[in-house]
């Protein structure tokens, strides 16, 4: 998404405002906090609001084919790493 931001803004545009307003309908309806890629939890849910603010940003940077559309996003691979390393709680180990 970084590199279309960069090259082709008009066209990622939508996309992006899109994937933004749904992080906020699924954080506003608690939809999918039963999600099977988090391992049954998501423990994501919280953060929802700060990614689909940033990816509306960089939607609407893009819509107005801003030079820096892709610094929202840059900002939100960062962020969701940290959140993914330091934040996430650590899974459990079932054993058999």
């Known amino acids: 998404m970084v590199v279309a931001a960069i090259y082709i803004p008009e066209i990622i545009a939508p996309f992006l405002v899109v994937m933004g307003i749904s992080f906020f309908y699924q954080y506003a309806t608690n939809a999918r906090l039963d999600a099977w890629e988090g391992g049954g939890t998501a423990w994501w849910h919280d953060l929802r609001p700060y990614h689909g603010t940033l990816l509306l940003l960089a939607g ?16 939100d691979i960062v962020f969701g790493t940290y959140t993914f390393m330091f934040i996430r709680p650590t899974p459990t180990v079932q054993r058999v």
């Open 60 to 75: 609407v940077l893009s819509f107005k084919k801003q030079k820096y559309a892709y610094v929202p996003l840059i900002i």
